[in-house]
């Protein structure tokens, strides 16, 4: 069997209850399926992404010098990307050789397959889902993936594998794609599938690409 290895783009120390409880460290790994118009990490992937590729323990040397403040805080490591759950089995092994009170937490917009789902709900102890939009025209024309459907399968699959206190759903408004209406459209059906915690904002586009186009963005109140 081939050694896993996750594709890593960099890792973010000692960030204090982001994306997770306590201290935490994110790991961004490269690789996505979508291709989002105000994409926030566009450096993940695409032909320039640069990366270097780590096993679970290579990843373990280079995040355990933190671990009296993973343990102290109830803390530890938030899986990033790119889509971090293209890489759940690496997720799992890694979490096989992690200290027992370290948590896991992963950004991920659940377009990924069924198997993946099923892999990190094991692992994962808190998931934050950026759902993009659920009508699936608007989802198609953000991220350019006839996606919405699969989202939603997925979510509905990991609410019943880990539970809804594990998700927290993340419902943008973007500017130029969906309304006030869509969010709240969005947030009935989440509401109607059993999903509470939701996290609604507004995208802030943040910077340009080199085409003069809007490639970023940052969450907002």
Not at 51 to 76: A, C, I, M, N, Q
Not at 86 to 111: C, K, M, N, Q, V
Not at 132 to 144: A, H, N, S
């Amino acid at each position: 069997m081939d050694e896993l290895k996750l594709p890593l783009c960099g890792i973010d120390r000692l960030r204090m209850a982001t994306d997770g409880h306590g201290v935490t460290a994110l790991v961004v790994s490269c690789g996505c399926p979508l291709d989002c118009r105000y994409c926030i990490n566009p450096f993940t992937h695409g032909d320039d992404a640069k990366f270097k590729t780590v096993t679970p323990e290579e990843l373990y040397e280079r995040v355990k010098k933190d671990d009296l403040y993973y343990l102290s805080t109830g803390g530890g490591i938030t899986f990033g990307g790119g889509e971090p759950l293209l890489h759940s089995d690496f997720i799992e092994a890694f979490r096989r050789i992690a200290p027992e009170g370290w948590r896991f937490y992963t950004e991920t917009s659940l377009y990924v397959p069924e198997e993946n789902v099923r892999t990190a709900a094991g692992v994962i102890d808190r998931f934050y889902v950026d759902i993009k939009d659920t009508d699936r025209e608007i989802y198609k024309k953000y991220t350019g993936i006839d996606g919405a459907e699969k989202v939603l399968d997925n979510l509905r699959l990991l609410k019943e594998l880990a539970g809804s206190d594990r998700i927290t759903v993340r419902v943008p408004l973007i500017p130029g794609y969906n309304d006030s209406d869509n969010v709240r459209a969005s947030v009935e059906l989440l509401k109607k599938m059993g999903l509470t915690d939701l996290d609604c904002f507004r995208y802030r586009v943040r910077k340009k690409a080199k085409n003069g186009a809007d490639n970023g963005a940052e969450q907002a109140d």
